[in-house]
Each structure stands twice: as structure tokens, then as C-alpha cells.
């Protein structure tokens, strides 16, 4: 038995095995009987499948070289990396660092003996810093002028801001008063330990960051090798480019093509998606979970009251929780910003550049470094799911079970879960490659490629119609699977792919990994490729089901909702709407967007996704009734039942545990037991009648669940509390607090209402009074309710 769920933050990732619990999720431990193990295939597409082909032309302009303001730098920093490469030891790369002239000449002996002798800062400190001067950035370490790079230091002594040259201009004047100020030889701490120096110090750890990172290409001096080398491909974006010859030669190919991939639909063959889930729930104790959680939040506007810094996404408040909460209900390292035209690294003031996050590709790299992969190898995972914090209905229904069994079940290595493409979302695609090595074989599989990467692949950016490429291709939604030990066989040969500099920085995709899970044949599939010969695997649904991102700030009036909090808050309720209209509730539908862009949507759902997660259980938790516009309806609790109850108004039902209580198991540590001392509500033939939301407040916030009320009926359950309330009518502003150990309930009185709060059973402490039992039939999930 594993202990309970850790959580593990390692460079901004979150990653959590799925926790192990004392029984199974449903209590009949009977497997399904087993449906075919081949896996079922769609075409995305039902017209014409079109092939985009990368084949080089026969009179095309030879592949670019870089342009001539980037070429002298480019082919210097590539001859100090390879001398830095050859250099064994610390020793030999300062000495190799050291012999480069834009170095010599920044590195004064005054400067050197400011980061020597008062700084003290050490052999790899002083490395890094000269790295980044050997970069072409010593302006990050301060204005520096045209003057002091020329090394005439005293005619820029006025125009000088950098801290180094102030210390240093500081020390010489000591010098000439015999010392004073100078205490054994050094700065005094006071003078020394200032905002400056405490920048410098932060600059130091991402520096040092940013080189172990980027190890493989070179570090520092690599990085901006990197940049440079795509800032002047950029360059010919607008001239005629072989861009084929350019893409078969990067992937050592005599010919690349994609195609649109055949996906594994979960909307058309419901049989095959309810047995996929099943897989996902049977290889729940096999699974892990990776969240990149460094994505920056400045399209949000989100930042630090205090500090005016941009926060992460993560900490976004949404639905009354932040993202990073969400995530967790459902079960990368910064690098310089760069100038576009310059390749110069950005700087808010001096030691002070402005840091990105480096792409979520990087996770990989960063599991391998810091030994994640073993940390999952020693909680028994095999593979993990993969989702951004910013999703807000990843985990919707089926997809992400399905997704991730398939995957345990068929034993993939990598999967995408997709969808349709929507205009105004910037995302890539998912696609088949095709491609012929230079040894004559035929290599196929799935990988997807990025927006900002179209113009290189003849994919038009424009307008996305029934007649354009994109709608052939579905969406990539950076949700994947991923076999764990294949993800380390890549990150250990600590290649790095780095894709483009959107934003002004060096990126790298997630789905990097997935150009190595190919699959050779020695003759061409004419015919196309099934998804049961690829090691590579895409499953398909709904677009609200799969993905819904809240990534940046809608202005008021805007009609423009994709990637959104406000759109993504219409795309939950349309899912409360798909889910509650087929368990006989009448509850009003969900218009287009344009209709709310000055208003709020025309009610509130949020019901926790342990009344499910599949919709096919919670539909069985709720049955009749009806949902009037205007109305909140808020369940945190999964032994719940709403048999016929009309709302108008605000219900609010919350318990302590939701899935169940804590205990500690020989170790010490706390293990979460489900169905185990949890909160239950019971609700038959109940009215409930209320003034609920003030819905012309100016100060509600529809998509943080921060609004104003008028009335509310309101259960708080404490522990294994239970509230049950039949064939009654609850009327007005209530709130009904049931402590631990007892039951509240209400019925019609002769006077009112029949108030009635009683101690549960002893026997019926762990178990309740009433529970859920959980079967399964075939490929679904039969409910039975068992009253004690």
C-alpha cells in the first residue's frame, strides 16, 4: 500500500501519482468482460484526405543561411562554444571564457576586483556572468556605453548606472582616503548587501538555472546560439524559402509529408469510450499526473498586489477556487525574454531581465534532471497524464480516463486527446508524418505542430473555414499520456528541440518527445496507417469536453470569447446544461456567446467531479426537477441525491470530506480511505425559493464565482454529516451547519417546517445511513442506492 497522495513542485511541475486508496473506487471488484484489443479508428476528415508534402521542389532558392547582421555572431559564439566543449574543468572554461574579447574588455581589473574581493563570488559565478557578456549581454550587468565596451573607462564614468561600475567608482574613492569604509579588506556589509547586489544575486541562480538547463545545447552560450539562428530564419519569413529542403534535412529525411491523422472518436463510438474509461479507472494505481504549472499570467493581468510582479497562471482564482485547487479536484525554468529585431536579451534595470517560461517542453529534460521519472518508478507508476493548469474541463467526462487507458491498456507510449478547431484559439494541429529516411525506410506517427510553425508546412493562418486546411487537422490541446519509461529513454539522450521565439524567448513544445516514437516500415502505407501499427495514439471528442483555456483577459464589451475565463465559464455551463437536460431536469440552454458579452451567463453549475467523474454515474445521482434561469447551484459532495427538486434561486451544499476521511496508516502518514466518514445530502421533492443572486451587481464576477446575493439556502456538512430534506417547500435565506456524527432532517410539519437532529448510528458511522453501490455491467456503471 503506497502512501497517500505527495505532491512534489520541481521547477514549477506538479506531479502526483494517483493516490492508492484501501479498496477499489467501485465495490464490485469483477472486471468487464473484455471487448477486442484492436484499436477502433476514425478519418477526421470524410472528404478528400489531403496530403501536405514538404518534398523538395525542383527549382526551389537554396535553403537559407543566416542573415549577414547575425552571421559574425552566430559563427563566433559557435567556435567559443566548441572550444568551451573541449574544456574539462572549471579552470579551462574561465580560461577559454576569459580569452573572448567582448570579455577582456568588459572585465576590468576594477570590475574583477569588485566580484573577487568584496563580492567574493565564486569561480562558476564569475563563469556565468562572463557567459552572458560573452553572449553579446552585458547590458543586462548595466547601462554599459559604446565607450566602456571599447574599454575607454574614464570618459564614461557619467554615463555609467551599472551597480558594478558604481562599486567600483565606491572602492577607488575608499582607496584614496586610506581605506575608510573598508573593514579587513572588504565593503562593509551595509553598503555592499543593497537592492543591487540582492539583483545580482537573483540573476546569478537563474543564470545558473539557465546553463545546467540548457546543458546540451551549450548552455548560456547555446541559448542564444539558439535564438540567434531562429531570429534569422525569421529574417526570410517575407522571401522565398525552401523551407522543405530546410525541415527534411533538420529531421535527416529525403521526404516529409503529413497527413490528418485517424482519431480514436469517444463522441460517435460510446461502447468503445465507456470500455476505454474502464481501463483508465482499472489503471488508476498505475497512473501519474504531470501539471506544468510556471505559465505566465500577464494576458491575464494577474499580479502580486504587493510586488506588481506577474503571477503564474496557476494561482488565477476561477470558480471560487484558484486553477492550481481545480487541478487538484480532478484526480519549467524561466529564461530571458529577447528582442526580436537585436536577439538582445530585455532588462527592466540592471542584473534585472525579463524572464519567460522556456515552453512546456521543457518538463521532460526537467523529470530527468531531477530525478522525477525514478520518484514515479518508486510509487509503482508506469505512466502519466499530461494537462495545462489553464484547462479548465480537461478532465470533463471520459476524455482524460479514456485517454490514459487506453494508453495503460494497449501499452502506447505516447497519446493526444483532440478536437475541433475553433477560429480565434491559438493552437496547432495534431497530424500523421509521413517521411522516408535516408536509410530507404518509411518511418509514420502522430505529433502535432504548433501555430506559430504553419507558414514552414503551407498551412494558411487565416480564417479558419469548412474549406480550409486547418479543419482537415484536428486540435492539438496539450493533453496527453505518456509511457514513462519511453519519455526517459528520450530526456536521457539530452537532445533539445527547441521550436521558435514567440513572446521573444527560446520555446520548446510538450510534444517534442513525440517525433521519436516513429514506427518503420520498408515499403510506403499507400493506403494510410491504423492507429493499432503506431506506438502514437489520438482520441477525439467535443470540444467543450476537451478543452476550454483561460488564458487571457476578455475587455468588457469584447465579443471575442476563445481562451477566456468568461468563455470557458459559458463552456462549463454548456456541459452542466448536456449533463443535467438528460436526467428529465428542465433547466434553459445555453445561447451563443455574443449573447453574454455584457452580461452574465443565465446561471451558475458547479458540481464536483466526484459526483462522477462519467457522466453516466452522476446522471444517475440526479433525476427530475427543474433549474430556473437566473438561478446557483453549487454540490462539493459525492453521496449526493436530487430526486425532483425545483430550484429558483441559490442552493449552496458543501462538505468537509467530500471523498471520504483521512487516517494514518503504520508509517505515520495520512491515507485517504473513499466512501469512508463522508458528508451525504438527500434531496426528494424539495422546493427551493430564494432571491439568490444579485445579478445587476457591478461587482460580480461571474468566472471567479464572486458574486453578490440576496438569499441563499446553504448546507454545510462537518465531517460524516448528513442533511436529508422530503417533500418539502425551503423558502428564504437558511443555513443549515450539521455537525459531525449527525444527521439534520427536515420534512412538512402541521406548522411549518419538521426540524429534526439526531446522533447517526453507531454502526452506520464509516458507511452512513446511505451509500452508493458502485457495478459494473458490461462497459457501464450501475448505481444501486443502499439505505442502512
Known amino acids: 500500500m503506497a502512501r497517500a497522495t505527495p505532491i512534489l513542485h520541481q521547477n514549477n511541475l506538479l506531479l502526483t501519482p494517483r493516490t492508492r486508496t ?17 484499436l477502433t479508428s476514425v478519418s477526421l476528415s470524410h472528404h478528400r484526405v489531403t496530403r501536405v508534402s514538404t518534398a523538395p521542389l525542383e527549382h526551389a532558392p537554396p535553403s537559407p ?17 566548441s572550444t568551451l566543449s573541449r574544456s574539462k574543468t572549471l579552470t579551462d572554461k574561465l580560461r577559454a571564457i576569459h580569452a573572448d574579447s567582448r570579455v577582456k574588455r568588459f572585465f576590468t581589473v576594477g570590475v574583477s576586483r569588485v566580484l573577487n574581493d568584496y563580492l567574493k563570488l565564486g569561480d562558476y559565478e564569475l563563469f556565468l556572468l562572463k557567459c552572458v557578456v560573452a553572449a553579446g549581454q552585458e547590458h543586462v550587468l548595466g547601462s554599459i556605453s559604446e565607450s566602456v565596451v571599447q574599454g575607454d573607462f574614464e570618459s564614461a564614468r557619467g554615463l555609467l548606472k551599472s551597480a558594478l561600475y558604481g562599486l567600483v567608482e565606491m572602492i577607488e574613492k575608499w582607496d584614496v582616503e586610506g581605506g575608510e569604509g573598508v573593514v579587513g579588506g572588504r565593503v562593509e556589509e551595509e553598503e555592499v548587501e543593497g537592492k543591487e547586489v540582492g539583483a545580482l544575486r537573483k540573476l546569478l541562480k537563474t543564470l545558473g538555472e ?32 525552401n523551407w522543405s529542403k530546410h525541415l527534411n534535412e533538420s529531421k535527416g529525411c529525403q521526404l516529409l509529408e503529413i497527413h490528418p491523422p485517424r482519431v480514436l472518436d469517444l463522441s460517435e463510438d460510446t461502447e468503445y469510450a465507456s470500455q476505454a474509461a474502464l481501463w483508465g479507472i482499472e489503471g488508476l494505481p498505475d497512473l501519474g499526473e504531470i501539471y506544468p504549472l510556471g505559465g505566465s499570467a500577464d494576458r491575464l493581468g494577474l499580479v502580486d498586489p504587493h510586488t506588481g510582479e506577474c503571477l503564474p497562471a496557476a494561482m488565477l482564482p476561477y470558480c471560487g477556487r484558484t486553477l492550481l485547487e481545480g487541478l487538484i479536484r480532478d484526480l519549467q525554468p524561466l529564461v530571458p525574454a529577447v528582442g526580436a529585431e537585436d536577439g538582445q536579451w530585455l532588462v527592466t534595470r540592471q542584473f534585472m531581465p525579463v524572464c519567460k517560461p522556456g515552453g512546456h517542453g521543457v518538463i521532460w529534460k ?52 483532440s478536437c475541433k478547431r475553433i477560429l480565434g484559439a491559438t493552437e ?17 506517427g502522430l505529433s502535432c505542430i504548433e501555430y506559430t510553425e504553419f507558414d514552414k508546412f503551407g498551412i494558411s493562418e487565416g480564417p479558419l473555414s469548412s474549406h480550409s486546411l486547418q479543419a482537415e487537422f484536428p486540435a492539438n490541446t496539450n493533453i496527453l499520456y505518456v509511457d514513462l519509461p519511453s519519455a526517459e529513454l528520450i530526456a536521457s539522450r539530452k537532445t533539445f528541440a527547441c521550436t521558435s521565439v514567440p513572446g521573444g524567448r527560446l520555446e520548446c513544445t510538450m510534444q517534442n518527445i513525440a517525433d521519436n516514437f516513429f514506427n518503420a516500415h520498408s515499403s510506403r502505407r499507400c493506403e494510410g ?10 482520441v477525439y471528442n467535443e470540444r467543450r469536453k476537451v478543452t476550454s483555456s483561460a488564458k487571457k483577459k476578455r475587455r468588457y464589451g469584447d465579443k471575442s470569447f476563445p481562451q477566456t475565463p468568461d468563455g470557458s465559464l459559458l463552456d462549463i455551463m454548456r456541459n452542466a446544461y448536456d449533463l443535467l437536460s438528460h436526467c428529465q431536469i428542465e433547466i434553459p440552454k445555453i445561447e451563443g456567446n455574443d449573447k453574454y458579452a455584457d452580461s452574465g451567463p443565465p446561471y451558475l453549475i458547479f458540481l464536483h467531479p466526484a459526483l462522477g467523474p462519467l457522466w453516466e454515474v452522476t446522471r444517475q445521482k440526479f433525476v427530475g426537477g427543474s433549474i430556473a434561469e437566473g438561478s446557483e ?20 451544499v458543501v462538505a468537509e470530506n467530500i471523498l471520504g476521511s483521512t487516517t494514518m496508516d503504520e508509517n505515520g502518514d495520512p491515507k485517504l480511505q473513499y466512501g469512508r466518514r463522508c458528508g451525504r445530502c438527500k434531496l426528494q421533492n424539495v422546493k427551493v425559493l430564494n432571491e439568490g443572486i444579485d445579478w445587476t451587481s457591478g461587482h460580480n464576477t461571474y468566472w471567479k464565482h464572486d458574486v453578490q446575493r440576496f438569499e441563499l439556502l446553504k448546507v454545510i456538512l462537518h465531517g460524516n454529516a448528513e442533511f436529508e430534506a422530503t417533500d418539502v417547500i425551503l423558502q428564504g435565506n437558511h443555513v443549515f451547519e450539521v455537525p459531525n456524527g449527525y444527521k439534520l432532517k427536515i420534512t412538512s410539519g402541521n406548522s411549518g417546517l419538521d426540524v429534526q437532529l439526531n446522533p447517526i448510528d453507531e454502526k452506520s458511522m464509516d458507511t452512513g445511513s446511505w451509500f452508493w453501490n458502485y457495478k459494473i455491467n458490461g462497459t457501464h456503471i450501475q448505481l444501486e442506492l443502499v439505505e442502512l
Not at 371 to 394: E, M, P
Not at 633 to 652: H, K, T, Y
Open 428 to 444: 496547432g494541429i495534431n497530424v500523421l508524418v509521413e517521411k522516408k529516411n535516408l536509410d530507404g525506410l518509411w518511418a509514420y
Open 210 to 241: 539557465m546553463e545546467r538547463f540548457y546543458d546540451c545545447i551549450g548552455g548560456i552560450i547555446g541559448y542564444q546560439i539558439a535564438v540567434l539562428e531562429l531570429l534569422a530564419q525569421s529574417r526570410y519569413e517575407g522571401h522565398t524559402i
Open 633 to 652: 447551484l453549487q454540490v462539493e459532495v459525492a453521496e449526493f441525491l436530487w430526486r425532483d427538486v425545483q430550484l429558483d434561486g441559490s442552493l449552496i
Open 65 to 81: 543561411s543566416p542573415s549577414p547582421f547575425f552571421r559574425p555572431e552566430i559563427s563566433r559564439l559557435k567556435s567559443l562554444r
Open 529 to 538: 496507417v491504423e492507429a493499432d501499427n503506431l506506438d502514437t495514439f489520438v
Open 366 to 417: 526537467l523529470a530527468y534532471d531531477k530525478g522525477i521519472f525514478q520518484w514515479f518508478y518508486d510509487h509503482g507508476r508506469k505512466g502519466a497524464t499530461v494537462r495545462q493548469v489553464s484547462n479548465v474541463v480537461a478532465a470533463t467526462d471520459l476524455t482524460l480516463l479514456a485517454l490514459a487507458g487506453i494508453g495503460l491498456h494497449h501499452g502506447k507510449k505516447l497519446g493526444f486527446a
Open 22 to 38: 484501501s479498496h477499489s473506487l467501485f465495490h464490485s471488484p469483477k472486471p468487464p468482460p473484455p471487448l477486442s484489443p484492436t
